[in-house]
């Protein structure tokens, strides 16, 4: 996968011609805005979508000022995300990506030793 999307962003943007032709939704939205800002946005709404701290902003838009917790939410998920982008920058520009892949194949590998020994808890 990551060969071809690599292959995809050195063609810089086969895909983007793509989309334009595919729907006029698309053909907006890749006016106005990046791929990249696009392909982010989306990754970043679709895993947030549901999870324990949007139910826990829903509990806190249900007790406080409303305004308050989407302007604190909005910075804290920056704040967050940012850090995440910068070091996720920083480590590949020094750590091998086939070293981060064995390493995360055998943690999750150990993990999961570890989940059959304990058992259910």
Known sequence: ELE???KELSHGGAGKDAARK???VMRIL???FSQ???KAFT???????G???QIATIGLAAQLDVVGVI???IVGHAACTGAAVLGGKHLAEHIDERLVGIVGGVLFLLFGAHALWTGPE
């Open 51 to 53: 999870d324990r701290s």
């Open 43 to 49: 990754l970043t709404f679709l895993a947030e979508w």
């Open 36 to 38: 990249v800002f696009l």
């Open 71 to 73: 302007i604190g939410s």
């Open 4 to 6: 071809e999307v690599e």
């Open 30 to 32: 890749y006016t106005l």
């Open 22 to 24: 595919s729907s006029p």
